[in-house]
């Protein structure tokens, strides 16, 4: 009994025998007998019978591209014979020339719309993109105009001024060459910027200004006689003075100048000059009157300021303002007084740049040394230089000057009846009485950063006292 039921319990799990109570009956069939697929799409017209000539419509338009190729690549003449034939199989494979083009042999297409690349054309007329297309372009930011925040943060004042329309196309120029770089348009008109723009443009910081480097400084007269441009540059200087032997007080001798000139040029505008910082050595005659000696020179310096800077006509005119401070040493009479005030003017003028063999470049300077008190001698003076860039190579200047210094008021320092123009101030008793000298000389420009100077300088009218020829060096070291 144990066994028979196992047997059955197997043939109900494996599906052979089902329980009368879980199979009520057989299942009747459901969608019928299955349907065979046709092999051909429906929706196409029916194949033609076999053995019939398919022809094309009449109305097809004209195969863009030529009859079909059957089989090898066929010539001209084999197309145009089988484009009316009956379709039938492949001929043999056989050995053709190379195929021609047919825009060689065969006649032009009839025109209408083909594929093509390029611009569309309506009979042969361009059609415009914009026909064929609508433009449209989406705006990802709202232009100055409309916003808000961006003339909040550009408009700092209401007389704001648009700078200047710059046409990139057009051949850039460097700064220094009247370019649109060179003056750029502030975009405020408060008073501090007026102030900036009327103090100068400043591209590198303490650089000497060189839209003029056709000109070259004054050689002679080099403590008073101001270069009108804004410089930075060391500038070594000797001068070796010979004093006439006929002189009364000093009876002959020599006196000698080594020093150093500093210039600091803030703006292309505003600079600071350091005139005399020097050493003097003063050697009398042996019958002379007055002991000499070696010591430190008085400190002449101030301010200066271009007021015209013209690159289109090469015209410069400055002014500063020069402090005589009496610091030296006693022993060469570099301590008379307190203070002298030299107000000056220097000009500059470049004319005929387009001569064959260069052009030139006049340089006149004036001024007029007050003292503060009654020791310093007080006095008026004028400079005057003119020289030749040599073919206009910037290398090469000969040059001449004039300098002329007149006394007009006496001081009380030492009792003679001389005076010592540029190196000393005695103080002396020389009121209505002036010097003219002449100088001839050049300058050679190294590179623009470094040149050398030398003149001989000589009396043309007036006293001499002190003054038989001077002997001018000096090698300027700039930025």
């Not at 003449?77 to 020339?97: E, G, H, L």
């Not at 060459?177 to 408060?190: F, I, L, N, V, Y």
């Not at 200066?304 to 009479?333: C, H, M, W």
């Not at 030139?360 to 008026?380: K, M």
Request: charged fraction near 15%; glycine fraction near 10%; hydrophobic fraction near 35%.
């Amino acid at each position: 009994m144990r066994r028979s039921a196992w047997v059955l319990l197997a043939a109900v799990v494996t599906g052979s025998v089902s329980p009368a109570a879980a199979q009520p009956g057989p299942l009747a069939p459901v969608g019928g007998p299955p349907q065979a697929q046709p092999d051909y799409d429906p929706n196409l017209p029916p194949e033609p019978p076999l053995g019939t000539v398919v022809r094309p419509p009449a109305d097809r338009p004209p195969n863009v591209l030529g009859p079909p190729v059957m089989g090898s690549p066929v010539g001209p003449a084999d197309r145009d014979s089988q484009a009316d034939a009956p379709w039938a199989a492949p001929a043999p494979q056989r050995t053709t020339p190379p195929v021609v083009p047919a825009s060689a042999t065969s006649p032009a297409a009839p025109s209408g719309r083909r594929a093509a690349l390029g611009a569309p054309v309506t009979a042969g007329t361009p059609v415009s993109a914009h026909r064929v297309e609508p433009a449209s372009r989406t705006s990802y930011a709202s232009t100055d105009a409309d916003d808000a925040v961006n003339d909040l943060l550009t408009q700092r004042s209401p007389r704001r001024r648009p700078a200047p329309a710059v046409d990139r196309d057009s051949e850039a120029r460097p700064v220094g060459a009247g370019g649109p770089d060179d003056h750029p348009e502030r975009s405020s008109g408060k008073f501090g910027d007026k102030i900036g723009e009327a103090l100068g443009s400043c591209t590198e910081w303490f650089k000497s200004d060189h839209a003029f480097d056709g000109f070259i400084s004054p050689v002679t007269n080099p403590l008073l006689f101001e270069d009108p441009r804004a410089l930075t540059e060391l500038r070594p200087i000797f001068m070796y003075q010979k004093i006439p032997g006929n002189q009364p007080d000093f009876q002959g001798g020599s006196a000698y100048y080594y020093g150093v000139q500093a210039r600091l040029a803030v703006t292309d505008r505003l600079s600071f000059t350091f005139n005399k910082l020097a050493g003097i050595t003063l050697s009398p005659g042996s019958a002379s009157l007055y002991d000499g000696g070696t010591g430190f020179a008085e400190l002449w310096l101030g301010p200066k300021y271009t007021f015209i800077r013209n690159e289109d006509t090469g015209t410069l005119l400055a002014g500063g303002l020069q402090f005589q401070v009496p610091i030296g040493s006693s022993s060469v009479y570099q301590n008379t007084g307190n203070l002298s005030i030299v107000p000056y003017v220097t000009y500059g003028q470049n004319f005929g740049r387009d001569f064959k063999f260069g052009g030139f470049n006049t340089l006149i300077g004036t001024g007029y040394s007050y003292s503060t008190d009654s020791v310093r001698s007080d006095y008026y003076y004028l400079s005057a230089h003119l020289d030749m860039d040599v073919m206009n190579k910037h290398k090469f200047y000969p040059l001449v000057e004039l300098n002329w210094l007149y006394y007009t008021n006496n001081g009380t320092g030492l009792p003679t009846g001389n005076e010592g123009r540029d190196l000393f101030n005695l103080g002396g008793q020389a009121k209505n009485s002036g010097l003219l000298t002449g100088a001839f000389g050049a300058r050679y420009k190294i590179t623009e950063s470094a040149q050398l100077g030398a003149a001989f300088e000589f009396p043309l009218a007036g006293p001499r006292n002190m003054f038989q020829y001077r002997v001018t060096l000096d090698f300027i070291l700039r930025y």
